[in-house]
């Protein structure tokens, strides 16, 4: 664990992974499998309170996992710590190595930061041969708003039936990039990234880093 924080009781109640469901957890539960065997490392970017960090940690993976929310990580290092190196500070910023990790994760979190500013930073932290797994939020359209109210009576069924969980950490919201907007800065920034435009002002972007 970094020395930046210190193990401290939830100021919070904590629920636990099982009972936790949103769409962006929805949507995360499909990019694991992507993660290749022999991958060894991982960073999950704006990591919160740990969920993904340990879903990588229980795929044998070594985690380190950073978020800029010092309440938000005081609840991660209440809950099951192993496997993870917890890290307070500005991804953007933060003097982690680059070219270093086998998987980089961001969940829900390129709509907080400028998105070639994100998704370069990304860029450079996975390693050559590594994997960038992102599930993110974009604003809608009056071309996607059709469908969004379609897909707004699936949400108020899969509410009810799943529940709802959200966290506390700090966001912004609406979102500030539309799917268009984030196709273009991907496209440009990681040539031959998968993108996948998701009911619910969701996407997920997937990119595999050349080889060295």
């Not at 100021?11 to 009972?19: A, E, F, G, N």
């Not at 499909?30 to 969920?51: F, N, Q, Y």
């Not at 993870?84 to 190595?97: K, S, V």
């Amino acid at each position: 664990m970094s020395d930046e924080i210190e193990k401290a009781d939830a100021p919070k109640k904590v629920v636990d992974d099982d009972r936790r469901w949103n769409y962006s957890i929805h949507y995360q539960k499909r990019l694991v499998e992507l993660i290749p065997e022999s991958a060894k490392t991982a960073l999950d970017i704006g990591c919160g309170e740990g969920m993904f960090a340990r879903e990588l940690a229980s795929r044998r993976l070594a985690v380190t996992a950073i978020d800029a929310d010092g309440p938000t990580l005081e609840r991660a290092l209440a809950q099951d710590t192993a496997g993870i190196d917890y890290i307070g500070g500005d991804a953007l910023t933060y003097p982690l190595p680059t070219a270093s990790y086998d998987v980089v994760s961001a969940i829900s979190v390129l709509h907080n930061l400028d998105i070639v500013e994100g998704l370069t930073r990304i860029k450079e932290l996975v390693a050559p041969g590594g994997i960038v797994l992102v599930v993110g939020a974009a604003k809608g359209t009056m071309k996607t708003m059709p469908r969004e109210i379609g897909a707004s009576f699936a949400d108020k069924a899969q509410r009810l039936w799943r529940g709802w969980w959200d966290h506390d950490t700090p966001s912004v919201w609406p979102p500030p990039h539309t799917f268009d907007d984030v196709s273009e800065a991907a496209r440009a920034v990681m040539p031959g990234c998968e993108l996948k435009d998701h009911l619910l002002y969701r996407y997920t972007l997937t990119w595999t880093k050349p080889a060295a």
